[in-house]
């Protein structure tokens, strides 16, 4: 589209939008504490606003912290049975992890959701970086966004975003247009805002100034979608409404009826002063005295305050907490007994189910979102050789990967909350240890719906290490056990004293167990035996190793075998004997 086609396809969209666009402002400047915005003169200035918590900023910011933490991340393969389909999905799985920590995107991310609650809506972008030749990910932060999905709801076809410039800003960013920008400005002035949009569709992404329909800038999209995803609430209509949309009237009579309580009190204690007749003198101040033949007539003129005014407050808040649907919980107030771990999870179940809904809504767009920074890796830089590190659950790594070799069309991920979705993390990890003691789950998908990010390849493998190890370290402490018994027979147990002492002085030398073990536990070489002329051993006529030519292709000897020979038998006094030898014998 031209400029023009794109200013009045702005102005469209905003008429269409309207009531939306009220609403977003409305609650921004709520959860912002400008209340003059929303009930002008509603609040005397000294006070300055309600004398209520903000709850609709409480509850929002409690939201968007549960729904802060990022999901797990991993690429799966059609085939995962064999180690290169393993290796290609782990190798991706680092590169799509990458993507979100050179974007800092989990700091992003309680942006995105509180917008999401408060605007019903949460936008991300998709843009090159071509100084780390890398695609980013931004969250948007402007409330004047306009959008337009596809009759799916799948993607988005056309994004824009609105803002408030100076002209003189303007001007020093795009130099080359200054002369026409300067047109721009009403007469006699020498700056002024003026509004730009910034338009993003499957073609191009263009900036604009409205005003006039002048075009400062216009990027062709390389990978030919959008590069905007939109995060919308589910909804009834065809708008959807935010998280605190109806309850905004309510924070407003809460407010108002606490300012009345303030003034109420404020009179009674400031209220004349009723004296009889007989008193012609008043003093004023602490411990003044007045004189009077009827002193319980002296008092201040009564002001009742009514004393439904404090079920109506607290009518009110229970009102705003049922249509936030944030629960009495959340602040550590109780209604009722809470015995068991469920009576907890009835008491949260609303807060708890929207932020499972609001996981699952994530889930599609952060998959969604990867798939076009993998598009966007593999079409502008595709034979470029890019050496990432990154840290998986503590351990270091670093990988190289080139994107038309090791992306190769391949721009799937799968982004989940799992199993846990909803819940807080100590729960969400006693779930996952239930489900895998009742044989319910495998380890596998345990370690996938644990609510912490782990690369599930390496660590499987360190499990495996850590487990070999402790086998290897237990039979080692093992053989210590068998020193009383060689004792008790009569044998030399000096040579397991020396490997155990041996493998103690390695490890302190800070050698592993394997390599200590393998150490120390090595068989020896075979001793050779006497030979005769020739290099044949006497007892056998056979060459041994080594033997000059002319021995002909006589097998070698073996070396010197140790034979154990134990005999058990009943002494003259009817006691068990028990007796060994160990010999040394060449066989034949």
């Known amino acids: ?12 969209m905003r008429t269409q939008n309207l009531a939306r666009a ?3 402002d409305a609650i921004k400047a709520v959860r912002e504490g400008r209340w003059d915005v929303v009930a002008p003169g509603m609040f005397p200035e000294e006070w300055g606003g309600p004398l209520v918590s903000n709850m609709i900023d409480v509850a929002g910011r409690d939201f968007s912290d549960n729904l802060g933490p990022l999901p797990t991340i991993q690429c799966k393969s059609a085939n995962m049975t064999s180690d290169a389909a393993k290796k290609f999905a782990d190798k991706r799985t680092k590169i799509a992890k990458y993507f979100v920590d050179c974007s800092n995107l989990q700091d992003q991310q ?15 972008f998709v843009e090159p970086d071509f100084e780390e ?34 002209v003189s800003h303007l001007c020093h960013e795009f130099p080359e247009a200054e002369g026409r920008l300067r047109k721009l400005l009403p007469y006699g002035k020498e700056d002024c805002e003026v509004e730009v949009a910034h338009w993003y569709d499957e073609y191009c992404q263009v900036m604009l100034v409205l005003e006039g329909a002048l075009e400062l800038l216009r990027v062709q999209n390389i990978t030919k979608r959008c590069p905007v995803k939109v995060v919308e609430q589910p909804k009834l209509g065809e708008d959807p409404r935010g998280h605190f949309d109806d309850v905004i009237p309510i924070q407003l009579a809460r407010g108002l009826m606490n300012l009345y309580l303030m003034e109420a009190t404020e009179k009674s204690v ?47 808040e229970r009102e705003q907490r049922v249509g936030s649907r944030y629960p009495e919980g959340r ?36 998959q969604d979102v990867i798939s076009m920074c993998f598009e966007m890796d593999e079409k502008l830089w595709p034979d470029l050789r890019k050496t990432i590190t990154g840290d998986d659950f503590g351990s270091p790594y670093e990988v190289t990967y080139t994107p038309s070799k090791d992306i190769k069309g391949d721009y799937s991920c799968k982004v989940t909350y799992g199993l846990t979705a909803g819940l807080d993390p100590n729960r969400a990890l006693i779930f996952v240890l239930q489900g895998l003691q009742a044989g319910l789950i495998s380890r596998r998908t345990a370690q996938e719906q644990i609510p912490v990010d782990v690369n599930i390849t390496e660590e499987e493998k360190q499990i495996d290490i850590e487990a070999l190890r402790g086998s290897l370290s237990a039979s080692i402490a093992s053989l210590a056990q068998a020193i009383p018994m060689m004792a008790s027979q009569g044998q030399d ?7 155990i002492t041996e493998v103690t002085r390695l490890r302190q030398k800070g050698e592993s167990i394997e390599e200590a073990a393998s150490k120390v536990f090595m068989p020896p070489e075979p001793e050779p035996g006497p030979t005769s002329e020739g290099g044949l051993p006497p007892e056998t ?29 009943m002494s003259a006094g009817g006691q068990p004997s028990l007796t060994a030898n160990v010999q040394r014998k060449i066989p034949a």
């Open 133 to 166: 030749k890398m695609p980013k990910i931004r969250v948007s932060n402007n409330h004047k966004a306009y959008y337009i999905l596809d009759m799916w709801g799948r993607f988005t076809k056309q994004y824009v975003e609105v803002v408030r410039t100076r």
């Open 270 to 316: 400031n209220a004349q002063l009723v004296v009889p007749d007989d008193v012609q003198e008043i003093n004023y101040g602490p411990d003044a005295i007045l004189r009077s033949a009827t002193p319980e007539k002296i008092g201040k003129v009564p002001l009742p305050i009514p004393t439904g005014i404090f079920g109506n407050m607290q009518l009110l």
């Open 541 to 569: 006529g056979q060459p041994t190793p080594g033997a000059p030519a002319g021995a002909g292709g006589l097998a070698p000897s073996r070396g010197p075998q140790e034979l154990l020979s134990m005999l058990a038998g």
């Open 1 to 12: 589209m031209t400029a023009r086609q794109i200013a009045e396809r702005v102005d469209a």
């Open 22 to 24: 009220r609403a977003i």
């Open 493 to 499: 147990p000096a040579e397991i004293v020396r490997q």
């Open 331 to 366: 602040t550590g107030n109780f209604d009722a007994s809470i015995i068991t771990g469920q009576g907890v999870e009835a008491l949260m179940g609303a807060f708890n189910e929207g932020i499972k809904t609001a996981q699952q809504m994530f889930a599609q767009g952060l």
């Open 110 to 124: 309680h942006d995105a959701a509180n917008r999401y609650f408060s605007y019903a809506f949460s936008a991300y």
